[in-house]
């Protein structure tokens, strides 16, 4: 049975990872995987949980959330005809196939590699974040054949890599391509779940020595974060919708992109004293 004394406050930090998460996904729009990945390193850290394994642990955690989330985005969206079913259809199988290309590539990797992966990549989103403009346009058209074929499972392998959905990746490419931004997050949306699926099914199989993992991990994946992360971000997602229909999200999203780089920052460093 494991210690109460532990169980408590992870439950704690576990409930305010969740709401923050959620306010920040329906405020900004951005995937809660970029908030939940470094939220749960600093926690299961913070419980003595430090190992050679935990981004994994992160990773695969932070996926089965999106499961759930990026269905109900999908969902929604549908309703109101935003979401592209053709580029989700044609970008599915080198999305999924990524995806567990990423999760084989991962979960072989040490700690200290997958947090200065997030930190890099991190940076570069950040970086779009804070400096990107709504007319960037790289053509008038999502890619098909050859680059298609290359940039699928490139979508689906980086964003294993990063625990996160679609959005962070998906929702740029789109725009970047001439799609509108709300169609763009519509259907990464969808991307999220092709991303998140194969991957968690994957990360249920990998071996995480017992001493390393937190209490109640099938695989890589704990449930005690996947469940209460859910039910909090279900919870609070609307208040962030509200908030940001009450007041401009565009100066909230240039602090978050400082956030997120100051964030990939300390991930970097901590990789290199590791």
């Not at 109460?4 to 576990?14: E, Q, T, Y």
């Not at 259907?187 to 998140?196: K, M, N, P």
């Not at 099914?201 to 449930?223: K, M, Q």
């Amino acid at each position: 049975m494991p210690d109460l004394s532990i169980l408590l406050p992870m439950a704690g930090l576990l409930l305010v990872i969740g709401a923050f998460a959620g306010v920040l996904a329906g405020l900004l729009g951005v995937g809660g995987g970029i908030v939940l990945v470094p939220a749960f390193f600093y926690a299961f850290t913070a419980l003595g949980y430090a190992s050679d394994q935990l981004m994994q642990i992160c990773l695969a955690t932070s996926l089965a959330t999106i499961i759930v989330t990026s269905l109900r985005s999908v969902h929604s969206h549908n309703r109101k005809g935003a979401v592209e079913w053709d580029i989700l259809k044609t970008w599915a199988p080198g999305i999924a196939v990524g995806a567990l290309i990423g999760v084989l590539v991962a979960s072989g990797l040490r700690s200290t590699v997958l947090q200065a992966i997030f930190g890099g990549l991190g940076l570069v989103i950040g970086a779009y974040l804070g400096l990107g403009r709504a007319n960037w346009r790289l053509a008038e058209a999502m890619p098909t054949g050859l680059r298609r074929a290359l940039l699928s499972p490139a979508l689906g392998f980086l964003s294993v890599l990063m625990g996160i959905g679609g959005g962070s990746f998906g929702v740029p490419l789109m725009t970047l391509h001439g799609r509108p931004i709300h169609n763009a997050v519509a259907t990464a949306a969808g991307f999220g779940v092709l991303i998140a699926v194969p991957s968690v099914l994957g990360f249920l199989l990998v071996s995480i020595a017992p001493d390393a993992r937190p209490p109640f991990t099938i695989g890589a994946v704990n449930l005690p974060a996947f469940g209460l992360v859910v039910a909090m971000t279900m919870i609070t997602t609307p208040y962030g919708v509200k908030i940001a229909h009450a007041m401009d999200p565009k100066p909230l999203k240039r602090i978050f992109a400082v956030f997120l780089t100051l964030v990939a920052l300390n991930m970097l460093r901590k990789a290199l004293l590791g």
